[in-house]
């Protein structure tokens, strides 16, 4: 398939059980982190966001937390569905100097969820 | 009613060639993007318009020129193809250029032979 040799990381979970997907960002300028999912043969799609001044959010079925201290942003899907299958990305927003207004993207985690 | 739409959806071309892929977006955002994933699926981004101005022009070779016409399209146009240009190029576009979501459109695989 397309994932085939790209050693992105990757989580397999069961159908029903809940997913957490980690990202480590570099800037800790940074004012806005986004989460997306990109299934194969598609562009991201968005999934939730959240501002630098908030440490968590919550969406439908989908959790951000937001962790400043470590640099850290984590997903948190629960009742994970096969349809959820897919590559997600996090990304930050750059607040200052040669990073402003840019969308830097993490590598990518591959999530497989087994029926 | 696609949100974010470009063309050709894949771009098979020979080394050398000069080629162009349109995005048009018609959600009435101000700000317009060109993303490049390579192989590995790394998703960076190229360029960025608001209100037809750039405002982003990442290190990108000058073969890679875009274009504004008018807020709602924003078109890359590509001198001298070369095979590392092999790659998926993805517009989106956002209601600001401030901290908002993107919206990105189905992405055009091109294939440098």
């Known amino acids: 398939g397309e994932s085939v040799g790209l050693h992105l990381p990757t989580l397999s979970v069961q159908e029903g059980d809940n997913s957490i997907i980690n990202c480590a960002y570099s800037?800790?300028?940074?004012?806005?982190f986004i989460w997306y999912k990109q299934e194969s043969g598609k562009g991201p799609q968005f999934i939730i966001d959240?501002?630098?001044?908030?440490d968590k959010r919550q969406g439908q079925r989908v959790t951000v937390l937001l962790n400043k201290t470590v640099k850290h942003l984590s997903l948190q899907i629960a009742a994970t569905q096969p349809g959820d299958s897919a590559v997600y990305f996090c990304?930050?927003?750059?607040?200052?100097?040669?990073?402003?207004?840019?969308?830097?993207f993490g590598q990518g985690t591959i999530l497989t969820v087994h029926p | 009613d696609t949100a974010v739409s470009q063309t050709p959806k894949y771009l098979v071309t020979q080394m050398g060639n000069d080629k162009s892929i349109k995005c048009e977006q018609n959600?009435?955002?101000?700000?317009m993007y060109w993303y490049k994933q390579d192989s590995k699926k790394f998703l960076k981004i190229m360029f960025s318009?608001?209100?037809?101005?750039?405002?982003i022009n990442e290190t990108v070779p000058n073969r890679f020129s875009p274009k504004s016409p008018d807020k709602a399209h924003l078109n890359l146009h590509i001198n001298s193809l070369e095979l590392g240009d092999s790659a998926v190029y993805f517009c989106?576009?956002?209601?600001?250029?401030?901290?908002?979501?993107?919206?990105f459109g189905p992405g055009t695989r091109l294939t440098v032979l």
């Open positions: 990304a930050e927003r750059g607040a200052g100097g040669t990073s402003y207004g840019k969308l830097t």
């Open positions: 989106a576009s956002s209601l600001t250029s401030g901290p908002n979501e993107q919206f």
């Open positions: 318009y608001n209100n037809k101005e750039l405002i």
């Open positions: 959240i501002r630098s001044n908030m």
């Open positions: 959600l009435g955002h101000d700000t």
């Open positions: 800037n800790s300028a940074s004012d806005y």
